[in-house]
């Protein structure tokens, strides 16, 4: 049992936090208010290498391993929890498509340019009456040739708007149900595919999530990622990786909050004293501590596990679970130490309380994560 970081992962995370704090932290108030996501960030994160972080070295990335992606991951969303969600579609869920499930071929073409980010990736699953339910989805890729014939509409997608690549689930086979699912590559300007309607979101404005429209949209056969009917496990098993990067930006939303809380319970004065010298304020920045303590090393110990090569499912599940449910309890925390200032645009806790209520419900809401844990508790 070691607690402790190597140098290696120690300097990552001081350098992501260096990067968070001078360039992200700085501008994500303005990006929330514009409703817009900061692509010159995500461009200079790009040619920084965090859009390659976990991409192995021979495809242009940096080959670092799990924990180091969490740690960054963390350092990002403690300075802007949107512009870390792209971060983490990235490399969780579109890099590590490619790198589990893609043919040579297919890692060759597209890993390159997502390290750089000069290719932004999307992940495309959600369905207007398909959620949590993903086997229900009903946007079919039918063969026809050389071709799967893609019809259908995807909702809620992150990255949507200004994405160049999306990895799309589909119904190749609509009898088999949830195992005549497959994933398969679609480049934004394919014809047959246009984007639909922007949402509109409470927090993590600094995301672009879209609507995905697809009529009669043709992709070669060779853009099946992995085998046909194999869609499901894929992803399945992607959003198990998703759920660590999920936990560590949670655990970047928790950190921050008890942060802005700390500083300001030592400047605020009330009664003639700063109101951390009272106990009922020192209890719940204590209880804040602990909290994020426990999200840090369960993300810590998810990131660990998938490193080892072990299995990891109930790990990341629990983390994401325990890491969003701190985000939202401390960000609350954190506005109450704030009182009204807490409740003000001014203040960073507001936008933190809005981008925390996000982790609880996408890569699998938290009554989901209860489903895989007990599941497993359960299992025999
Ligand atoms: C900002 C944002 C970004 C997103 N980005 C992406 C993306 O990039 N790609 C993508 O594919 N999707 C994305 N999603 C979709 C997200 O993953 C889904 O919203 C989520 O999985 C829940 O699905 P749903 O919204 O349809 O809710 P539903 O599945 O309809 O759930 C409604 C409620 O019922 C509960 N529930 C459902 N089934 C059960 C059950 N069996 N037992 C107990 N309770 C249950 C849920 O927990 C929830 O409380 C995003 C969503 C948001 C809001």
């Not at 299995?311 to 599940?317: G, K, M």
Request: glycine share 10%; hydrophobic share 40%; charged share 25%.
């Amino acid at each position: 049992m070691d607690f402790m970081l190597t140098d290696d992962q120690k300097m990552i995370r001081d350098t992501a936090k260096e990067f968070s704090d001078e360039v992200l932290a700085v501008e994500a108030a303005e990006y929330d208010e514009k409703d817009e996501p900061n692509l010159s960030a995500i461009k200079k994160l790009g040619e920084l290498g965090y859009m390659g972080i976990t991409i192995p070295e021979k495809y242009g990335g940096a080959g670092l391993d799990t924990i180091s992606y969490a740690l960054v991951m963390e350092q990002m969303a403690r300075g802007c929890a949107a512009t870390a969600t792209t971060i983490s579609i990235q490399l969780s869920l579109v890099a590590e498509g490619f790198i589990k499930y893609g043919s040579e071929e297919q890692r060759k073409k597209y890993l390159p340019k997502l390290a750089t980010g000069e290719v932004i990736g999307a992940f495309a699953m959600t369905e207007p009456s398909a959620g949590s339910d993903v086997g229900s989805m009903t946007t079919s890729g039918v063969k026809k040739g050389d071709d799967y014939v893609i019809n259908g509409t995807k909702t809620f997608i992150t990255n949507g708007g200004f994405a160049d690549l999306f990895l799309l689930f589909v119904s190749t086979d609509k009898e088999a149900g949830a195992k005549g699912l497959s994933c398969l590559i679609v480049e934004k300007d394919t014809p047959g595919f246009r984007l639909g309607k922007k949402e509109v979101k409470m927090g993590i404005r600094a995301t672009d999530t879209r609507e995905l429209i697809f009529e009669d949209c043709k992709v070669p056969k060779t853009n099946l990622l992995g085998e046909e009917g194999k869609g499901m496990s894929i992803g399945l098993g992607l959003l198990d990786g998703g759920r660590i990067g999920i936990a560590a930006q949670a655990t970047g939303i928790a950190q921050r909050a008890l942060e802005e809380a700390t500083s300001y319970s030592k400047e605020r004065e009330q009664f003639g004293r700063p109101i951390c010298k009272f106990q009922a304020i020192q209890f719940m920045l204590a209880d804040m501590a602990m909290r994020v303590d426990a999200a840090r090393l369960l993300t810590l110990r998810s990131a660990w596990a998938k490193d080892a090569g072990k299995p990891f499912s109930l790990e990341a599940a629990t983390a994401k679970l325990y890491a969003s449910e701190t985000a939202n309890w401390v960000a609350d925390k954190a506005l109450q130490i704030h009182g009204g200032y807490g409740y003000m645009k001014e203040y960073v806790v507001e936008r933190l309380f809005r981008d925390a209520r996000i982790t609880e419900i996408y890569e699998g809401t938290s009554e989901i994560q209860r489903l895989v844990i007990s599941g497993q508790l359960l299992k025999d």
